[in-house]
């Protein structure tokens, strides 16, 4: 258990002065751990029984006209997304380098997940429009998966690549409150 130091500060508004204790140490309280973990394990089983539930029903008109493929890419960038608030309940027992190492874990969670929710979506617009173009012509084309994964490899490369940078050259250290 800890001992969290406190100050209290006054904030001025235009009516009157707030006041409000100033946490020094950060630290989640451990009901708040509790259901942090709790929310991350509903959305990552949430996200599993929704591509479980894709595969399923791959074959109805509804879900093939979704596309399957890039339904399973935002589950699991959901997926991801919802590990990323995992590394913010390391307990504040555990030494600095596991702090560092959970703060970096969850920037590129986070950065990672979000960036394949993105890029599905804009995977999937861009197949669209691309039908949509060919359709005024009155062509028929045939896009495949592989023609729109393109624009996802692009974008989540990119950001590993500056998630990378960020590891070599300004990794994020973990500073005890003192």
């Known amino acids: 258990m800890s001992s969290s130091r406190t100050s209290t500060s006054t904030i001025m508004t235009s009516d009157c002065a707030m006041k409000f204790d100033e946490y020094s140490d950060f630290t989640l309280h451990f009901g708040v751990e509790v259901v942090v973990l709790m929310l991350a394990g509903l959305s990552m089983i949430m996200s599993i029984g929704f591509a479980t539930w894709t595969f399923i029903n791959r074959r109805t008109r509804v879900v093939r006209a979704s596309q399957p493929f890039f339904l399973y890419m935002i589950c699991l960038g959901v997926f991801i997304l919802s590990t990323a608030t995992i590394p913010s309940t390391i307990r504040e027992d555990r030494n600095e380098e596991m702090h560092s190492i959970g703060c970096n874990l969850r920037i590129w969670l986070y950065v990672i997940g979000s960036s394949i929710i993105l890029s599905a979506l804009e995977a999937k617009l861009a197949r ?8 005024q012509g009155f062509r028929r084309i045939k896009v495949t998966v592989c023609d729109t994964l393109k624009h996802m490899v692009v974008i989540v490369g990119l950001n590993v690549f500056l998630l990378v940078l960020m590891v070599i050259f ?7 409150a003192d």
């Not at 669209?128 to 359709?135: D, F, G, L, P």
């Not at 300004?170 to 005890?176: D, F, K, N």
């Open 170 to 176: 300004s990794p994020i250290q973990y500073v005890p």
């Open 128 to 135: 669209i429009n691309r039908i949509i173009k060919a359709s």
